[in-house]
T-cell receptor, first 115, second 111 residues
Framework: DTEVTQTPKHLVMGMTNKKSLKCEQHMGHRAMYWYKQKAKKPPELMFVYSYEKLSINESVPSRFSPECPNSSLLNLHLHALQPEDSALYLC??????????????FGPGTRLTVL | GQNIDQPTEMTATEGAIVQINCTYQTSGFNGLFWYQQHAGEAPTFLSYNVLDGLEEKGRFSSFLSRSKGYSYLLLKELQMKDSASYLCAVIVWGGGNKLTFGTGTQLKVEL
């Protein structure tokens, strides 16, 4: 089973709202990722978690706040977003073997619209 | 910085073979992945190369030349369902494994 699930599938929020995106995997993967994908563009890495610790933050604005409460779950907390933050947010997971790269498996994404 | 280039669009005929090229210039290299992405869906893993040469996986093959910074994805016996975006992605080590995607190639398969 290589399934990564994400909720919600769609989210519409105002610029003053606070919302959270959720991601879950049960493959025993210890690396989890958030990506942002704008229309007709490739995914762009936002955050990497390794063994529940944040290892990479690609200079993402603080209005995006990631959280990894346990090895199966990854959240992305959203606050005071801008309309240009509207995009598909993808979660991915992989095995964690340090410098040895492993295949990342992607969830179906959350389509976010900021009004 | 990372620079990964692919053709923007390609068209091929059902049953034919198509080759999608990818060139890269990256600071570091740990491997190269190919993903398929249908519109509005998640990228799905197709193939992975870490050493030079050809990797074959059913109708899909991928080739890597690290000295040339070049890879290609070969799709055989094309089917209509192969119409999708194909993403080349390079993985580098940066305190964690960082996957950087190329611009993507939109493949259209016609009858």
């Amino acid at each position: 089973d290589t399934e990564v699930t994400q909720t919600p599938k769609h989210l519409v929020m105002g610029m003053t709202n606070k919302k959270s995106l959720k991601c879950e995997q049960h493959m025993g993967h210890r690396a989890m990722y958030w990506y942002k994908q704008k229309a007709k563009k490739p995914p762009e890495l936002m955050f990497v978690y390794s063994y529940e610790k944040l290892s990479i933050n690609e200079s993402v604005p603080s209005r995006f706040s990631p959280e990894c409460p346990n090895s199966s779950l990854l959240n992305l907390h959203l606050h005071a977003l801008q309309p240009e933050d509207s995009a598909l947010y993808l979660c991915a997971s992989s095995q964690e073997r340090g410098r040895v790269p492993d295949t990342q498996y992607f969830g179906p994404g959350t389509r976010l619209t900021v009004l | 910085g990372q620079n990964i280039d692919q053709p923007t669009e390609m068209t091929a005929t059902e049953g034919a073979i198509v080759q999608i090229n990818c060139t890269y210039q990256t600071s570091g290299f740990n491997g190269l992945f190919w993903y398929q992405q249908h519109a509005g869906e998640a990228p799905t893993f197709l193939s992975y190369n870490v050493l030079d040469g050809l990797e074959e996986k059913g109708r899909f093959s991928s080739f890597l030349s690290r000295s040339k910074g070049y890879s290609y994805l070969l799709l055989k016996e094309l089917q209509m369902k192969d119409s999708a975006s194909y993403l080349c992605a390079v993985i580098v080590w940066g305190g964690g494994n960082k996957l950087t995607f190329g611009t993507g190639t939109q493949l259209k398969v016609e009858l």
